[in-house]
């Protein structure tokens, strides 16, 4: 009888085989994760039309970070319903890494200003971490008769209802600063939303709206160029970027601040390696001088940190837009 084909000699090989499959197995990265992650292209969902905030930065970190990656970072514009579609796609979309989403401030907007937006923020992401932060701009139309802030008050004033703000839509940033210019400074002006700001800001460039409440990648070319005036910016503070701009407070509405930021998120119960990955890679692209030169020609300020940051300034953030959608009666039109 041969040796290798007795029952007992078959069964020692058998467990031999169990022990080393399972020992090779316990080394091998789980699913997604570790050096086999990322196997194909990562999909980076910007849930606002070409041209805005969101894009513009979207389209800056692909390239960047499908060089470190080794993998293309694709870019998906999915605008609709103040970023609710967009954000409701990356949350129904499998929790591997592959898909990662430009969140920002209409996120946390969004959470209060919307019963039921179709997506848990909190509960559906993981943060990756923060991109970038800056004001909003407070950009007419040259034609309008107004050099500043309170000459615009006084205008309004003047002619109750006849002066219209366009956004990007119920919710967006634009929109939130409209309403606070109206509450705060107790004018009637129209809101106009549009589907993306980048539309709001042709019709601007028209004649065909007054004013708009731009993020400062959205206005600073325009305004560069002479084609819009702006007369404010929206922050807390000035801005390095146009140290000459006012505050809205400074400029005769006291009371008023407000910052918009942009942070990166993948699907919550994407494997910890994966997260790691991301938020390591993203982090490295941010100290990039080429990234950081973009960002400050785009009129925003690269603003890094970990996941957790990200996270704990989420839940502020949630907090902070829930007073003041309350404070200036808000609504979703």
Not at 98 to 112: D, E, F, W
Not at 127 to 147: D, E, F, K, M, T
Not at 290 to 313: C, H, M, Q, W
Request: include cysteine; glycine fraction near 10%.
């Amino acid at each position: 009888m041969n040796v290798l084909h007795s029952p007992t000699a078959r069964a020692c090989i058998a467990a031999v085989a169990i022990v080393t499959t399972s020992s090779v197995l316990a080394q091998m990265p789980a699913t997604g994760a570790g050096p086999t992650y990322p196997a194909k292209p990562v999909r980076m969902i910007a849930p606002f039309p070409p041209g805005g905030s969101s894009d513009l930065i979207a389209r800056v970190l692909a390239q960047k970070m499908s060089e470190g990656l080794g993998q293309t970072v694709i870019v998906e514009n999915r605008p609709g319903a103040a970023s609710n579609l967009g954000v409701q796609m990356a949350a129904r979309a499998a929790p591997d890494g592959y898909t990662v989403l430009i969140g920002s401030v209409t996120a946390a907007i969004n959470r209060t200003l919307y019963r039921n937006p179709g997506y848990d923020i909190v509960k559906d992401f993981a943060p990756l971490g923060r991109l970038a932060n800056g004001p909003i701009a407070l950009v007419v139309h040259p034609s309008l008769p107004v050099s500043n802030v309170r000459d615009l008050i006084k205008l309004a004033q003047a002619r109750p209802g006849e002066l219209n703000y366009g956004s990007g839509g119920s919710g967006t940033p634009a929109h939130i600063c409209g309403e606070m210019f109206r509450s705060l400074a107790k004018v009637n002006v129209l809101h106009i939303p549009y589907k993306g700001t980048g539309q709001s800001i042709t019709d601007l460039l028209a004649g065909q709206l007054q004013l708009v409440f731009a993020s400062m990648p959205v206005a600073i070319a325009h305004v560069k160029t002479g084609r819009l005036r702006s007369l404010a910016i929206s922050g807390a503070q000035r801005t390095p970027i146009a140290p000459q701009l006012p505050t809205m407070a400074e400029a005769g509405v006291p009371g008023y601040a407000f910052d918009s930021w942009w942070g990166l998120f993948t699907n919550a119960g994407a494997p910890q390696p994966t997260v790691q990955t991301l938020s390591s890679e993203l982090r490295r692209v941010l100290q990039l001088p080429e990234v950081k030169d973009r960002f400050i020609d785009l009129g925003i300020d690269v603003a890094p940190s970990t996941p957790a940051e990200l996270a704990s300034f989420l839940r502020s953030e949630i907090e902070r837009m829930a007073k003041v959608i309350k404070e200036t009666g808000i609504r979703a039109d």
